[in-house]
């Protein structure tokens, strides 16, 4: 529901979903995005809670800068130098209201360098959510009067998706469903996980024919811009794999033309003393794929151990990150590979050095033994 | 018994307008256990012949027959079988598999044969000591002297029991010394072995060592000379 959130310092309009917080779990995923150390997630037992975002937070001038003692020991603890900390204490005791005032008294007393090294550090112990702090909304009820609630903000989350931080509040269904007059929950949504993505299509229809009326969507239809991105990435990483699986053909064509070139006496040798051009040809095959398996062992454990430790630390795209989350991508991103692409990879892999080994290994067959073993 | 005829042999190659006739009408025969040198100046076709002779190369005409089989009978694929069963071979620049070791360059074409791994293994063993490298069986070939090198394809050639062994030129690298041992292990081999050696060469005492020597001139034999 469309309201407007207010704070004795603050307005933002606010798009209120009344949830059952429990059974939201199962289908989203907000639960996991709690800021840590920032209040938690809201709990049908107690009233009046309101779970909102890190972005609302900063609008609604709710998260706060304080330096204090427990601060600075805190960025002592994490070795940042005794000359930064000695520049905090006389901020001690000040509340800043948004980030933006606190980082620029930080430029004020910081230079740039020290401030790249341990602005985000100070930042993030200086940093204090009003948690418990009231949040009155002003909604329309079904009949369009104002009606307006009290709420206390029970925790912070923040996801990758800006837009929708910024507009997305959470509330307990009943208690939406009171302010609004009504005895029973208003559901105007039912989410449904599915556990195959594939499947959505599928289930729509089938959901369609019972619907009555109501209508059915699917993810792409509710993210339109979200499954383009989703399409546009498959496809470029297909283009991706193939122009490596080309330049690995090339490679292996060049290697493999090169190893025969510099034997070429050593296989008119071999076909002289009588081995065949079955033997030649699978020689020179089974060559190809042992060196090709040999990269590709290698390759992928490399692979393996690179991503997972940028799986862990996540790369991060600073100089993009603003225009990253402006589309709903996180700017830290964290790169997972699923055993079937690894799988899919490693056939992809094989199959292009067996289809580029057997120009070379036809190549070799075409020798002829009294002129190779001429070759010097 | 005859193990090699050559009946009017021709090879004419034609090369840009100009036709080469490498061998002219060679005919020769070759008794089992011969000992026979092949001399001429160079370009007089001695190479050619020992191609012919091999199968790796097909005469224009004329006929050439490996213990009673007419080779040019022969589909490609059987012919390159009936060399590996029948000819040995020996190159000028000893040709080993510089990733194998001594012992497993000879094995190799026992290996193509299928041989069972204790009849390779004995008879890797009795051929790399009858050329006198039995302290060099596990040595790959850039650990070895080109001698040593020339002496593991003389058991190579041999491994597979062929009708003869052809070598061309296999003392060209060579210095005196390990020439004349090596002749030395051949004649040896030729005797032990009773297998047909035919070989060509342009070193003096070399020629001198053979028993027949077949000399060539402009792809023509001049003169074929028995020695007791």
């Known amino acids: ?376 | 018994m005859k193990v090699l005829e050559l009946k009017d042999v021709h090879k004419t190659y034609n090369s840009s307008e100009v036709k080469v006739h490498a061998v002219n009408g060679v005919t020769l025969d070759f008794d089992e256990a011969e000992f026979a040198a092949i001399v001429g100046p160079s370009g007089s076709g001695k190479t050619t012949l020992l191609n012919l002779i091999g199968g790796l190369d097909m005469p224009t005409s004329g006929e050439i027959t490996i213990d009673g089989t007419d080779l040019s009978r022969l589909k490609s694929s059987q012919l390159i079988d009936f060399r590996m069963r029948n000819i040995g071979f020996v190159f000028q620049s000893y040709n080993l598999i510089p990733v194998l070791s001594a012992k497993e360059n000879v094995e190799f074409i026992m290996l193509l044969q299928k041989w069972s791994k204790e009849e390779r293994e004995k008879r890797t063993f009795e051929l790399l000591k009858a050329v006198g490298l039995s302290d060099r069986v596990n040595s790959r070939p850039s650990k070895m002297s080109g001698g040593q090198q020339q002496r593991v394809a003389v058991a190579r050639a041999l491994a597979s029991r062929p009708k003869f062994v052809l070598a061309d030129e296999p003392t060209a690298n060579l210095d005196s010394k390990s020439a004349a041992n090596l002749l030395e292990i051949m004649e040896k081999l030729n005797h032990e072995e009773k297998v047909t050696f035919i070989f060509s060469t342009h070193d003096a005492r070399v020629v001198k060592m053979a028993h027949r020597v077949i000399t060539l001139e402009d792809g023509k034999v001049v003169s074929d000379e028995v020695r007791e």
């Open chain 1, 1 to 376: 529901m469309v309201a407007m959130a207010n704070t004795p310092w603050a307005t933002t309009g606010v798009i209120v979903y009344g949830i059952d917080p429990e059974r939201e779990k199962s289908v989203t995923e907000i639960w996991k995005k709690l800021v840590p150390g920032a209040g938690e997630y809201p709990d049908i037992s107690r009233p009046g809670e309101v779970l909102i975002s890190d972005k609302c937070a900063e609008i609604l001038k709710l998260k706060h800068y304080i330096i204090t003692e427990d601060v600075i020991d805190q960025l002592r603890g994490e070795k940042v130098p005794e000359n930064i900390l000695l520049r905090l204490p006389d901020l001690k005791e000040t509340r800043f209201r948004s980030p933006k005032d606190f980082r620029d008294i930080l430029k004020m007393r910081f230079t740039r360098r020290e401030l790249d090294r341990y602005g985000n550090l100070i930042a993030a112990a200086a940093l204090d959510y009003r948690i418990r702090n009231r949040v009155l909304l002003t909604l329309s009820d079904g009949t369009g009067t104002p009606v307006q609630g009290a709420f206390r903000v029970c925790g912070i989350y923040k996801t990758t998706n800006t837009g929708f931080d910024q507009a997305a509040i959470f509330v307990n269904a009943r208690e939406l469903a009171q302010l609004c007059g009504k005895d029973e929950i208003m559901t105007h949504e039912i989410a449904i996980l599915l556990n195959d993505i594939k499947e959505a299509g599928n289930v729509k229809d089938k959901l369609e024919g019972i619907s009555s009326g109501n209508s059915v969507r699917t993810w792409r239809e509710l993210a339109p811009d979200a499954a383009l991105m989703n399409d546009y990435m498959i496809m470029y990483y297909f283009m991706f794999i193939g122009i490596i699986m080309l330049a690995l053909a090339f490679g292996i064509i060049n290697t493999m033309l090169m190893a025969i070139l510099e034997r070429t006496r050593e296989l008119g040798m071999l076909m002289a003393i009588g081995m065949n051009r079955k033997r030649i040809f699978s020689m020179i095959m089974l060559e190809t794929i042992f060196l090709t398996l040999t990269g590709a062992v290698t390759g992928m454990i490399a692979g393996w151990a690179i991503v997972e430790v940028l799986g862990k630390t996540g790369i991060h795209f600073s100089g993009w990150g603003e225009g990253f989350e402006a589309m709903g991508f996180a700017a830290r991103v964290y790169p997972v590979v699923t055993p079937d692409f690894f799988i899919f990879t490693t056939l992809l892999v094989v199959v292009t050095a067996i289809i580029s080994s057997l120009w070379p290994a036809r190549k070799a067959l075409k020798l002829n033994p009294v002129e190779a073993l001429r070759t010097e």
